[in-house]
């Protein structure tokens, strides 16, 4: 197996045809079109179905990027890695994050790490569906909400989140310090997909009140519900620090009368905690948690 053969296949599923990934690669369609051929020969997979000029990633493709991906970013990443050998350089921290988190927790983290010393950093998105894997990712560091089953590494607790109400700006219930489930029964609420964390919590908490809560608009983004949130479409029940972000919008933030919370953890590597290279990154985390959270976040470093 060859690696342009992995570089094409990586491609053709970045652009969806064989002309767009021969345009990434400098090659001729026809040179694409052996590659991939000559890959699944070799793996014995279906790779993909063609649907006129288009190729659609089969099941069998969608599993074996998973594979691939992080094998191909190890190389791309290589001519880097030979420089900072070159020069004396050690090599960038990788962390891994779910989106929400990438939103303003690990920005912010990072901009405290970088006033204390030149460090090198890459920052990539961990998805929870496709979850995070020692043998398959190069990271350093996983940041997400736990639980998080979609792992082998190590699981460190560094704080936990109330939930907040996020109203638009203006809205009549901002008059209230504290918001019942009761107060939203009547309201056009932005609701995170069945599929999210926070979702089941939420609607076990409704259920419990007797509430009814009937999404107006749903999104597996709690920046994109804030975000419509900003723009007076509804109300919604969010990350406290991904809510904070949007005060600027002139969003309003409020306690919620009952109990439901969000859990900040690491995945590190088995062995590593303590690492001297990792607390640092870790404590980072934890003192951006709490100026962020502003008075919604506790610190509390525990294994989960």
């Not at 979702?199 to 804030?226: F, K, M």
């Not at 088995?270 to 990154?281: I, Y």
Request: charged share 20%; net charge neutral.
């Amino acid at each position: 197996m060859r690696i342009d053969w992995l570089r094409a296949f990586r491609a053709v599923m970045q652009t969806g045809t064989v002309t767009g990934a021969a345009t990434i690669m400098l090659r001729t369609q026809p040179q694409v079109s052996r590659m991939i051929a000559s890959l699944e020969t070799a793996l014995g997979l279906q790779l993909f179905e063609r649907e006129g000029r288009r190729l659609l990633p089969t099941k069998a493709g969608l599993q074996f990027l998973q594979y691939a991906e992080p094998l191909l970013l190890g190389l791309d990443g290589a001519r880097s890695v030979a420089q900072d050998i070159k020069h004396g350089r050690g090599r960038p921290l990788v962390i891994a994050a779910e989106p929400f988190l990438l939103h303003a927790l690990v920005p912010e983290a990072v901009q405290e790490l970088n006033r204390s010393g030149d460090l090198k950093f890459a920052v990539d998105i961990c998805m929870r569906g496709l979850g995070l894997w020692m043998s398959q990712s190069t990271a350093d560091l996983g940041v997400v909400a736990l639980p998080f089953a979609q792992s082998d590494m190590e699981r460190l607790v560094f704080a936990e989140a109330e939930l907040v109400a996020v109203l638009p700006p203006g809205h009549p219930l901002g008059r209230h310090q504290r918001i019942q489930l009761a107060d939203l029964g009547g309201e056009r609420f932005i609701a995170l997909r069945p599929s999210t964390l926070l979702r089941a919590q939420i609607d076990i908490a409704a259920a419990g009140a007797g509430v009814s809560l009937d999404p107006a608009i749903e999104t597996t983004s709690g920046v994109t519900a804030c975000e419509f949130v900003a723009r007076g479409l509804g109300i919604t029940i969010a990350d406290p620090i991904v809510a904070a972000s949007f005060l600027p919008a002139g969003v309003e933030v409020r306690r919620l009368g009952l109990a439901l919370s969000l859990t900040y953890g690491c995945l590190l590597p088995k062995d590593a905690l303590g690492s001297p290279l990792l607390t640092p990154v870790i404590e980072a985390l934890a003192n951006a948690a709490l100026r962020l959270g502003r008075g919604f976040v506790t610190l509390g470093a525990r294994q989960a």
